[in-house]
């Protein structure tokens, strides 16, 4: 029964749910880190250095797993996903 759990859960419905999660919690954190308090105007447009965030827990790390496999995302390291370089 929990095999037809982990194989429910790696269809292309979750795994596209969970690429949008992952993607809103990247621009959340990035937006979040940009908009800091106490930053000097002569920083202002050079964006935030954040690349890469820890997954939400929502997803269990076999949907992370199999994302990295299909080459959508990267380990950085530390628990840390990141998106792929662009061509």
């Known amino acids: 029964m929990a095999d037809e759990v982990d194989r429910g859960s790696l269809d292309a419905e979750n795994l596209k749910r969970a690429m949008k ?11 979040d880190d940009e908009s800091t308090l106490g930053r000097s105007s002569k920083e202002k447009g050079y964006g935030t250095g954040i690349v890469a965030v820890r997954p939400p827990n929502q997803y269990p790390q076999q949907i992370w797993d199999k994302l990295e496999e299909m080459g959508k995302l990267q380990r950085a390291g530390q628990g840390l996903y990141q998106l792929p370089p662009q061509h």
């Open 21 to 31: 999660a992952f993607k809103k919690r990247l621009k959340l954190t990035r937006l």
